[in-house]
């Protein structure tokens, strides 16, 4: 049974026959019912589904700060979605070791605000990341928004408002489950209402003490 609110017209929700309707971001999406495949998958197909499941795994510890970063990526996906579609074209790649995710090519906050003209990353202090960044238009109360990720662990750590950009500093205090690990970090940048925000910047590979 399917339920129509606008008429013969309009979209509907629910299931009439092995067509299935629902709302999903502002559209009305109808599809079919799904049909169990009896044909064997190519190895294209294999190779496309390895990939992809290559990168949902590297995007999963990252789901929340996702949500924050690719948020209006697109009137009718953002968040996880969003960033799998981005970096399915932009961060794989393919060499001699096979196709992987490559951390300095992958977005985990994509906007239009301005990226800093220099950042760095530092371990100073025990269990912290120091941040420093430079230049880039800053706008009232806009944040920082700090990512630490250790991929061989599959485990990340991240602030999506950390402190007011215009600090051009700031320390992130981290578990003790990251000491003496080597760490992926990220820098971006998001407005105090969340409305906008910068592309990421790849900092690099920073020790933990």
């Known amino acids: 049974m399917a339920i129509i609110k606008n008429g013969i017209l309009g979209g509907f929700k629910g299931k009439v026959g092995t067509v299935i309707g629902y709302h999903l971001k502002g559209q009305e999406i109808m599809r079919g019912e799904a049909n169990e495949r009896t044909k064997p998958f190519t190895e294209k197909e294999l190779a496309n589904q390895q990939r992809f499941g290559d990168l949902q795994y590297w995007l999963k510890p990252l789901t929340v ?42 977005l985990v906050s994509f906007g239009d605000q301005e990226q800093a003209t220099t950042a760095s990353a530092v371990s100073e202090a025990e269990n912290s990341i120091t941040f420093n960044w430079e230049g880039g238009k800053c706008e009232g109360d806009d944040r920082a928004m700090f990512l630490v990720y250790d991929i061989e662990g599959a485990t990340a750590d991240f602030d999506t408002a950390a402190v007011k ?37 790849y900092l690099g590979i920073v020790n933990v003490l």
């Open 65 to 106: 700060f996702l949500r924050v970063g690719f948020q209006d990526y697109a009137p009718t996906f953002e968040g996880f979605v969003a960033a799998k579609s981005y970096n399915s074209k932009h961060a794989l790649v393919k060499d001699d070791a096979g196709t992987h995710i490559d951390p300095a090519l992958a």
């Open 165 to 201: 950009r215009r600090m051009r500093t700031g320390v992130f205090k981290l578990s003790e489950d990251f000491s003496g690990k080597a760490v992926h970090v990220y820098l971006a940048f998001v407005a105090e209402d969340r409305k906008r925000r910068s592309n990421s910047q």
